[in-house]
């Protein structure tokens, strides 16, 4: 089993529409979770972060970390064309580890 | 402006020499992190560094090697011990504080011929 689990998709949504990403996670004492949209060619760039349990909001983005589930989510609102892109979750092993460990990443595609 | 420069963009190395990738960062973070990415597929760390000179080796650290006798500088050297170079590396910077999360440089593409 991989410590990190994404959907490989592709998702496809349609402009407007809200794209829900998933991800899972193996280590109980993960402590910290981010998720990095990643455009083709380019590096990652990180959207948001999350350590506690419940929703985070941050404009048309939401993550969502349920610990008990080992399960870590982002809903992308309103989704535009230019929100295609690959979208990585990861998860760090204790709060000052620093080591990040990532999923293989879900292709998101909105289509006008 | 604060940020994680790295370069070449592109490289392109003939089989059996070494490269070196270079990676500066000028956000006065502790931590940093060497990541290969093949087409289609999620990050691997090569190996990171918490503090200057001191290091320590990823999941795929085979073939590679890397010094940090400064904080802003965290090169990799990818030795004609690695079969397979060929990828898209990626340099990231962290700075400790509730999340610790990382930000990473623009990448460089290496090709070997």
């Known amino acids: 089993q991989k410590e990190v689990e994404q959907n490989s998709g592709p998702l496809s949504v349609p402009e407007g529409a809200i794209a829900s990403l998933n991800c899972t996670y193996s280590?109980?004492?993960?402590?910290?979770f981010f998720w990095y949209r990643q455009y083709s060619g380019k590096s990652p760039e990180l959207i948001m972060s999350?350590?506690?349990?419940g929703d985070k909001e941050d404009g048309r983005f939401t993550a969502q970390l349920n610990k008990a589930s080992q399960y870590v989510s982002l809903l992308i609102r309103d989704s535009q064309p230019s929100d295609s892109a690959t979208y990585l979750c990861?998860?760090?092993?204790?709060?000052?580890?620093?080591?990040?460990?990532f999923g293989d990443g879900t292709t998101l595609t909105v289509k006008p | 402006d604060g940020g994680i420069t790295q370069s070449p963009k592109y490289l392109f190395r003939k089989e059996g020499q070494n490269v070196t990738l270079s990676c500066e960062q000028n956000?006065?973070?502790?931590?940093m992190y060497w990541y290969r990415q093949d087409p289609g597929q999620g990050l691997r760390l090569i190996y990171y560094?918490?503090?200057?000179?001191?290091?320590q080796k990823g999941d795929i650290a085979e073939g590679y090697s890397v010094s940090r006798e400064k904080k802003e500088s965290f090169p990799l050297t990818v030795t004609s011990a690695q079969k397979n170079p060929t990828a898209f590396y990626l340099c990231?910077?962290?700075?400790?504080?509730?999340?610790?999360?990382?930000?990473f440089g623009p990448g460089t593409r290496l090709t070997v011929l």
């Open positions: 990861a998860v760090n092993i204790g709060t000052n580890a620093g080591k990040s460990t």
């Open positions: 560094s918490q503090i200057v000179n001191d290091f």
């Open positions: 999350i350590y506690s349990n």
């Open positions: 990231a910077s962290s700075g400790g504080g509730d999340y610790n999360e990382q930000f």
């Open positions: 280590d109980r004492v993960s402590q910290s």
């Open positions: 956000l006065n973070h502790d931590a």
